[in-house]
């Protein structure tokens, strides 16, 4: 995924975290930047070190989501396709994605069509 669509999925830390199946920040987990149009660079801000905060330690010790998904930050298509899965699922959730600039922009450009 285009980071530029990134900011689409990462808007909501807690919306995140509970579409990933956590009660709690994990250790490394990124805590700035969640929701920020200011963030350019979301994947190396927040996705990185999310991912490496899911990955981290042990296999026996991560979460059942990151053991499920079984890739690395250096291949976040799994891990973003999760969240846009699972974020669609929540209705709050998904009015944030669907209520995303980019998405309603995407949503005018198509009905044109």
């Avoid at 995407?106 to 069509?113: F, I, K, S």
């Amino acid at each position: 995924m285009d980071p530029m669509y990134e900011g689409m999925l990462l808007q909501n830390e807690r919306r995140v975290l509970q579409a990933l199946e956590l009660d709690r920040r994990p250790p490394a987990w990124p805590t700035r930047g969640w929701g920020s149009a200011t963030v350019r660079q979301l994947d190396v801000e927040l996705l990185t070190p999310m991912i490496d905060a899911l990955c981290s330690g042990p296999r026996s010790q991560r979460s059942k989501v990151a053991k499920a998904i079984r890739a690395d930050a250096r291949n976040k298509d799994p891990w973003l396709e999760y969240l846009l899965r699972r974020l669609l699922e929540d209705p709050e959730a998904r009015e944030l994605v669907l209520g995303h600039p980019i998405c309603r922009r995407l949503a005018e450009c198509l009905a044109r069509q």
